[in-house]
């Protein structure tokens, strides 16, 4: 989706919009990159859902509040599911 995004983007921006894949880790390995990015403006990552997660299940260098959010581009409707016998309650 990105990509396409990129595309359009470049449009606007007057300027190439590069879309660099950054494998490992459930999305640590980008999501760190982008964390500890020179904060110019030039740097962006698509936050999904393990944004969330991953510094719950294990030690990253980021949370979701590393992150400045600039625009919208997909509804992504999630939900947190426990056992019904689970203590908590709200």
């Not at 990509?3 to 660099?20: E, M, T």
């Not at 969330?52 to 980021?62: D, E, G, N, R, S």
């Not at 600039?70 to 999630?78: E, F, G, S």
Request: glycine share 8%; no cysteine.
């Amino acid at each position: 989706m990105f990509r396409a995004l990129a595309a359009s983007a470049q449009k606007y921006l007057g300027q190439a919009v590069v879309v660099i894949n950054r494998a490992g880790g459930g999305g640590a390995v980008g999501f760190t990159e982008v964390a500890q990015a020179k904060p110019d403006g030039y740097t962006l990552v698509s936050i999904i859902t393990p944004v969330t997660i991953l510094p719950h299940q294990v030690k990253t260098a980021f949370t979701y509040r590393s992150f400045e959010p600039v625009i919208n581009v997909v509804q992504d409707p999630a939900m947190f599911q426990v056992l019904a016998d689970a203590r908590g309650r709200t």
